[in-house]
């Protein structure tokens, strides 16, 4: 029996909601088919945004959303992808699969979207191959509300009144897709770019998010943070960090992402937790500079990456997403939980059709992956406090020198004063029985929910609803303890009254 002791007396930070937060990229069909069909499609839609796409990100509660980029983010131009429609520029999206990129959605439909789903605005922008000055208009036309040419340009273009831009990103990649430079270099362009990302509104500052590091780059953290800190809080108020689970480690052979055995399972998930290690690690270092976390660790590309479905364009990076994707997702979202003193946002990659998508699409059909319920499930953390809570766990594997532990769980105090506890089961077959400890607690009474399959199972055009959350019951409350079995292969979320 594993116990988990949780103490909701001892809160250790807020639950941002942008924790839960996505990045959507032109890249495949991630915009286009996607999100966006245009406002003559025969897909229903509202204003070009597909209707059942809209309708279950809402239901996940997006509370933030990352644009254009990515990579595409330092190849992009606003001003290509404003005005009328039939005028906008063309041109090859030579990053990802050479397509005909059309326009058609620029700043006016990515703000319509945030509109729709009710979620704040994450813009990136140009560093590696646009201007100062491109940049510095940008931020103007979507956010000056006075007399300027660029506002009047916005006005002009049907938006009377200025946008909120919540979060900018200046720069993406810049160590590699975004202009391969070195951090001393960069950390220098920050300075005079963020310069220009004007606060026209001082009740709505922008969160302006410096370009961090990949993966295990130390060196560019500590870089970056010496070449810009001088300059104090305000001028930075977020660093990225990217990091992607690859199960083989191996980018010229990623591993399918159905086709898969138990070895590769627990790679997948071994590389998965490595997340912890990187956050700690970038974190540390960001404290030597900002021992008060004024700056906020931005995950702002997290999920796995395995090669494309058979068939399909390899620009595109469209995969099925299992149980396996799943468990991905629930170890990051407690991680992130559980480093709330610095991760201030994450965006998993992507929302739609590319990477870990929360959602699939093909012409008018529509699924949700394993991941979407995560999402789901976890959506009760959003704004809430995290509360102290430890689970003994042991380690598992299929190798010997790939071990992981059996359990990971997060909990969190909601604003009605419930209790929400997200746990998952590493293992892929064996269940674990569980007595929650609650410190000076009593629990009244609870409800659950829980998502659970063969590792490989999925959700497809065909047989949409082969992964679902279902209500779980199965466990006893006894004054100061819960108990249960969490079978294999599962994330469990549980709602408690005290
Ligand atoms: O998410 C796909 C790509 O991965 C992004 O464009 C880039 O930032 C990263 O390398």
Same mark, same amino acid.
């Given at each position: 029996m594993a116990k988990m002791y949780v103490n909701p007396n001892v809160k250790k930070g807020h639950l941002n909601p942008e924790l839960q937060g996505h990045f959507s990229e032109h890249l495949g069909r991630c915009i286009y088919e996607g999100i966006y069909v245009g406002e003559n499609s025969e897909i229903p839609n509202v204003n070009g945004m597909r209707t059942d796409v809209v309708e279950a #990100?809402? @239901?996940?509660?997006?509370?933030? #959303? %990352?644009?254009?980029?990515?990579?595409?983010? +330092? &190849?992009?131009?606003? %001003? +290509?992808?404003?005005?009328?429609?039939?005028? %906008?520029?063309?041109?090859i999206n030579t990053h990802w699969g050479g397509v005909v990129e059309d326009n058609s959605f620029g700043t006016h439909e990515f703000m319509e979207l945030c509109r729709q789903l009710g979620c704040k605005?994450?813009?990136?922008?140009?560093?590696? /191959?646009?201007?100062?000055?491109?940049? /510095?208009?940008? =931020? &103007?036309? !979507?956010?000056?509300?006075?007399v300027s040419p660029l506002a009047d340009l916005r006005r002009a273009n049907g938006h009377e009144e200025p946008w909120t831009v919540d979060y900018f990103g200046v720069g993406n990649e810049n160590w590699g897709c975004g202009g391969n430079m070195r951090p001393e270099y960069y950390g220098d362009l920050y300075r005079r770019y963020q310069t220009y990302v004007r606060n026209y509104d001082s009740k709505k500052p922008i969160q302006k998010v410096a370009c961090g590091a990949n993966a295990e780059d130390y060196h560019w953290t500590d870089k970056v943070l010496e070449t810009t800190f001088d300059h104090g809080y305000g001028f930075m108020n977020g660093l990225s960090l990217h990091y992607y689970t690859l199960p083989t480690g191996n980018w010229n052979k990623k591993g399918s992402a159905l086709e898969f055995d138990e070895k590769e399972w627990y790679r997948t998930l071994k590389a998965t937790l490595k997340m912890e290690e990187l956050i700690t690690r970038h974190g540390a270092? !960001? +404290?030597?500079y900002d021992p008060q976390k004024r700056i906020g660790m931005i995950v702002d590309e997290w999920g796995t990456w395995y090669d494309v479905e058979p068939g399909t364009n390899p620009g595109f990076l469209y995969q099925q997403n299992t149980m396996r994707d799943a468990l991905v997702a629930g170890i990051n979202l407690n991680l992130f939980n559980k480093h709330c003193d610095r991760v201030k946002m994450a965006n998993i990659a992507q929302m739609v059709n590319v990477l870990q998508a929360v959602i699939l699409t093909e012409g008018a059909q529509m699924v949700k992956t394993p991941t979407w319920h995560v999402f789901h499930m976890y959506s009760h953390h959003?704004?809430? &406090? #995290? =509360?102290? /809570?430890?689970? @003994?766990? %042991? &380690?598992?594997g299929a190798e010997e020198h790939v071990r992981v532990p059996n359990l990971t769980e997060s909990v969190s105090c909601s604003k009605d004063g419930r209790l929400h506890l997200t746990l998952t089961n590493l293992s892929v077959d064996e269940a674990e029985e569980m007595e929650c400890i609650f410190a000076q607690t009593k629990i009244n009474s609870g409800k659950g929910t829980i998502l659970t399959g063969a590792m490989g199972a999925h959700n497809t055009f065909e047989m949409p609803d082969q992964v679902h959350e279902e209500d779980f019951t199965a466990f006893t409350v006894d004054g100061d303890r819960v108990s249960f079995t969490l079978p294999p292969c599962s994330v469990l979320h549980l709602e408690l009254e005290i």
């Open positions: #990100l809402k @239901e996940i509660h997006v509370p933030v #959303l %990352r644009w254009p980029g990515g990579c595409f983010a +330092d &190849e992009y131009h606003w %001003r +290509d992808g404003i005005g009328p429609k039939a005028g %906008r520029k063309k041109m605005t994450y813009i990136n922008g140009n560093v590696g /191959s646009g201007t100062v000055q491109e940049m /510095s208009e940008w =931020v &103007e036309y !979507m956010t000056f509300e006075g270092i !960001m +404290d030597q959003q704004d809430g &406090e #995290l =509360v102290e /809570s430890f689970a @003994e766990t %042991r &380690e598992i």
